[in-house]
């Protein structure tokens, strides 16, 4: 038993032991912890890492519609489950965009060693705002920054979205919004070209300590 459960974060990893199969069944090592920094109601915090539960997370994807067509970013992936749960249900290209260089260098480390290593996963080191979506078709957050970062995060969606419309053949694919914890929905509201399509209710807990939160899914008008 201790030799199944070595290596650190073990509290967790003991009392969430589905996401602990998880990621023994991916290949991956997704439990870990980095703190936050900044005040929360300043526009430029940002979010700790703690991962989301893989429960949470196909739910919330299913609820989204996931297909085999579509291109799934999350933005502060830290180390990396979403972007494996998405690929594990068989999205098209799997995309994790991490600020912090720790966290991004073993989401990396993770998709080398990971038995999806062969499918299209692409782990980004840097800023949500500079990483153009313009081919993105579902964008996934977990409450992972400011009111500020994310206005930046918006506008540069609709520049980047034009941008590539310009040079398509087709129009492009409506861009779906999982934004999971949705503190500062207020700036999707006043987007002008988004529109709240479901909410999910926090999922009940399930023999697992993990935090569990609403989810607000959005779409792009045409
Ligand atoms: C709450 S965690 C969510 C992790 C993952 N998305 C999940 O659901 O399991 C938020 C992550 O966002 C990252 N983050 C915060 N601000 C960021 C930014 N401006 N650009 C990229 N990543 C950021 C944090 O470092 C942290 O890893």
């Not at 949470?56 to 830290?78: M, W």
């Not at 489950?81 to 912090?100: H, K, N, Q």
């Not at 979506?133 to 977990?142: A, R, S, V």
Request: net charge positive; with cysteine.
């Amino acid at each position: 038993m201790s030799r199944f459960l070595s290596g650190s974060n073990l509290r967790a990893r003991t009392l969430q032991p589905a996401d602990e199969l998880w990621d023994r069944r991916l290949g991956v090592r997704t439990f870990g912890y980095h703190p936050a920094d900044g005040a929360h109601d300043s526009g430029q915090w940002r979010a700790h890492y703690i991962p989301s539960s893989y429960r949470d997370v196909f739910r919330v994807l299913r609820a989204a519609n996931l297909s085999k067509d579509d291109i799934v970013t999350d933005l502060g992936c830290g180390l990396g489950r979403v972007v494996f749960a998405a690929s594990w249900l068989g999205a098209r290209r799997a995309v994790g965009v991490e600020l912090i260089p720790w966290l991004a260098e073993a989401a990396e480390r993770n998709r080398r060693e990971s038995r999806l290593a062969g499918r299209d996963i692409r782990i980004v080191t840097g800023d949500a705002a500079a990483h153009s979506l313009g081919d993105t078709t579902l964008l996934y957050m977990f409450h992972a920054f400011g009111e500020g970062v994310l206005s930046r995060v918006i506008e540069g969606a609709a520049a980047d979205r034009e941008r590539a419309a310009l040079g398509a053949p087709a129009p492009l694919p409506p861009l779906r919004i999982a934004y999971v914890n949705p503190v500062h929905e207020v700036v999707l509201q006043r987007s002008g070209w988004m529109r709240r399509v479901a909410e999910l209710p926090p999922a009940r807990q399930w023999f697992s300590n993990a935090d569990h939160y609403a989810t607000a899914i959005w779409e792009s008008t045409p």
